[in-house]
């Protein structure tokens, strides 16, 4: 791993063009770096290697020179017949371009990685909003719903809307075009791409899933560089993907108990969220743990206040002596708006205390800004995918009106100030488009001929907003007509689902075969609809299209055309100046 | 359409023939039906308290409805009886996403075991078992079993 031949090898990259081999360079080809941030540096490669026939260069030059330390060879990899060479926390410091080349003698493979720095601070304060799987029919019909439109015309604007800088989002990941909110979070969080189910790190091969290489976050960052407060808001259970993404490194998403430790041990000082059951120890019904930690008593144990109902989490972020704070409202994920504000259905008669994702929003602001530093929010309105998953759109789209109003308190308190950018976004699409209207009063026996396309869908009736800027019912008589393009079996009812979350399809008698859930068979006028993917999918999938980005606030310019997901890490790096 | 699948299979035992055996069709009359709204007292993100009817119950045959999950594993030996069909979740594969008031059930024949269409409802008669505990073979730690159960289509 010296490097006998270290010049020969770098002629050799520059002459003959990277073929396919099986040497895997951990950060990717490609990759881009914030200047002073951790990584880890991880070569695979192909078998068991005389570590005497391995060369590693960065710019030509042995590893340690640029990179501090030298790297460690791993003679066979745990779970692998094969040699690595690993070398954690690294760090690059000087921005510019970096040929990283890697031999065993008989192949090379060579990646290239941007280093760079960010300049001065500009914001004191960043909020990011995530709507996860928030896609562009969400925030049409949220629009539609929530402001009303006649003539064409919106009687209101979205806050998320009224954002002077925009831009489109490409999701993919490593290993596939099609991303989810674990790989799509880290991306956001830390600059560099990751794969499906894996948060903060490049997934290796090794089946160990904590010891992949690792790339620092940017709650890290912010709380190591400059002393920031950093929070994490949602609604799903917090152990879940995107609240995660702030502070987990694992290859498995669901690894809760282990992302309940890796929260303990980066203190954030807002945590809010569903998911207690990971917080308690086995030994009390309710938990989800495999050991008898009690992650509650820790978080109290080291100066968290802890809050279970809306009340109590009030109560603490009006206290000015509350600078942390443990939200946990629910063993698993919390209730959306419609079951919790409207229905009473979903879990919400067990959980009858769970605060509203704009509430959480005003007191996590309050107890952040007690830093004098300044804050990194993270406020994910999870709902929108977990009910889009089983094509349940009109709960998503009320969750996304939630969401807006949630942003519309960042902004008022971003108005007041001028040093707070505030992101919105989504973490990936889902397939769903707005056809049209259903309308019972049209003629024809079967729900499909009462579509309404074109100018006989005319506008829906729902009733105007409520002052929270929600519709009193969904259940009118010419509603919005929302179908996605992916699938399982299922039976389209054409309606919404008021007695709680539309289960699309559940298991058959064989559990690789999902199957149209019976229980809407005999609602009048539904349509069973054949899936179209494959047959152990019960609900929806991710789908490939952009996101959008809207932005307000000092570093929000930057917000413009297409970007990548990554690039979103970067602007808010550069606007909190966190790069060496 | 699985739906109205016949007589739905006896889906815990073994053989069909052991429907027809009077002992075990008699502890299945014994049994004290118990709902899943039953089984805990108080509620709350802290944690769960059992009810009062769940503790008096504890070690006596009680019959429960619910629906049940696939198996964890293609080989497991326990089951997932839940309240609601679990489909909400996009990644369901871990028990990281199970709702936190389900039954873990063992069946009572340990050769193989089939499952019907958890579209429909089972009742599930065992003896219930109450408190933390950790299945070896799987990892699985649950907080409410039926152990030695059968289960029966409702």
Redesign the interface.
């Known amino acids: 791993m010296r490097r006998p031949l270290a010049a020969l090898v770098a002629l050799l990259a520059a002459v003959v063009p990277t073929v396919v081999t099986a040497t895997t360079i951990y950060p990717i080809d490609r990759a881009q770096i914030l200047a002073g941030s951790r990584f880890d540096f991880k070569v695979e490669l192909d078998g068991v290697v005389n570590p005497a026939a391995v060369t590693v260069t960065v710019n030509g030059d042995a590893p340690e020179k640029l990179l501090g330390q030298t790297p460690q060879f791993v003679d066979r990899e745990k779970g692998v017949d094969a040699s690595a060479l690993i070398l954690r926390d690294a760090r690059l410091t000087t921005p510019g371009r970096y040929v990283i080349s890697a031999s065993d003698g008989k192949t090379t493979k060579t990646v290239t990685w941007t280093v760079y720095g960010t300049g001065p601070r500009r914001a004191k304060n960043v909020i990011l909003f995530i709507g996860d799987g928030m896609s562009v029919a969400h925030r049409t019909a949220a629009r539609i719903l929530s402001k009303g439109i006649t003539e064409g015309k919106y009687h209101g604007l979205l806050a998320m809307d009224a954002m002077p800088h925009m831009a489109l989002i490409g999701t993919s990941g490593v290993d596939s075009v099609i991303t989810d909110s674990a790989n799509s979070m880290s991306a956001y969080t830390t600059g560099h791409k990751s794969s499906v189910n894996a948060l903060g790190v490049y997934a290796d091969r090794t089946p160990d899933t904590l010891d992949d290489p690792r790339v620092e976050t940017i709650t890290s960052l912010a709380k190591r560089k400059v002393g920031m407060a950093v929070g994490v808001v949602t609604n799903t259970e917090v152990e879940d993907a995107t609240p995660a993404g702030m502070v987990a490194h694992t290859r498995r998403r669901s690894d809760y108990d282990q992302i309940v430790e890796m929260f303990y041990d980066s203190q954030v000082e807002v945590l809010m969220g569903g998911g207690s059951a990971n917080f308690l120890p086995k030994s009390v019904p309710g938990s989800r743990r495999k050991d008898d930690q009690d992650y509650v008593a820790k978080f109290r144990g080291t100066g968290y206040r802890i809050a279970t109902t809306d009340k109590e989490m009030q109560d603490a972020a009006a206290d000015t002596t509350t600078t942390r704070l443990l939200g946990l409202f629910h063993t698993g994920n919390m209730d959306g708006v419609l079951d919790r504000k409207f229905l009473h259905k979903g879990t919400v008669e067990q959980f009858p205390e769970q605060p509203d994702l704009v509430d959480q929003v005003r007191a996590a602001i309050s107890v952040l800004s007690r830093n004098p530093q300044g804050f990194v929010l993270m406020v994910e309105s999870g709902l929108i995918d977990k009910y889009s998953h089983p094509l349940d759109w009109e709960r998503a789209v009320m969750d996304t009106i939630m969401l807006d109003r949630a942003v519309a308190v960042a902004k008022d308190f971003a108005m007041q100030r001028d040093d707070t950018l505030v992101l919105v976004t989504a973490d990936h699409s889902h397939g769903l488009s707005i056809v049209g209207t259903v309308d019972d009063q049209a003629p024809g026996e079967a729900m499909r001929d009462r579509i309404g396309v074109y100018e006989k869908a005319q506008y829906p009736n729902y009733p105007a907003a409520d002052i929270d800027g929600y519709p009193a019912t969904l259940d009118v008589s010419r509603r919005l007509a929302i179908f996605f393009a992916d699938f399982p079996d299922y039976y389209e009812t054409f309606r919404p689902k008021l007695d709680g979350p539309f289960v699309p399809a559940v298991a058959g008698s064989d559990p690789k075969v999902q199957v149209a859930n019976p229980r809407y068979q005999s609602q009048p006028g539904v349509m069973r609809r054949e899936g179209n993917i494959p047959r152990d999918s019960n609900v929806g999938v991710h789908t490939g299209e952009d996101v959008i980005l809207t932005a307000v606030g000092p570093g929000a310019e930057r917000v413009a055309g297409f970007l990548d997901n990554t690039d979103v890490f970067r602007i808010m790096v550069e606007a909190l100046g966190l790069g060496d | ?3 109205r ?1 016949a007589l739905l299979e006896l889906l815990l035992a073994g053989p069909a023939a052991s429907l027809l055996d009077g002992s075990r069709l008699a502890s299945a009359v014994d049994a004290t039906p118990l709902k899943f709204t039953e089984l ?1 007292g108080q ?8 009810s009062d009817k769940a503790q008096g119950l504890r070690g006596h045959p009680v019959s429960m409805r619910g ?1 049940l ?3 964890l594993k293609p080989d497991a030996r326990l089951f997932v009886l839940s309240a ?2 679990v ?14 008031d389900i039954v873990v059930v063992f069946p009572r024949a340990a050769g193989e075991v ?7 409802p089972l009742e599930v008669t065992g003896t219930l078992e ?3 505990r ?1 299945d070896d073979a799987t ?1 699985f ?1 649950s ?2 079993r039926l152990v030695d159960a059968r289960g029966r289509a409702v």
């Open positions: 359409m699985v739906t699948r805990y509620v709350g993100p802290l944690g769960l308290r059992f629906f999950a696939p198996p609601r069909p489909a909400l979740c996009p990644f369901c594969q871990s028990d990281a996403d199970w709702p936190h089939r499952l019907t269409p958890s579209a429909e109450l408190g933390s950790t990892g730690v907080q409410v």
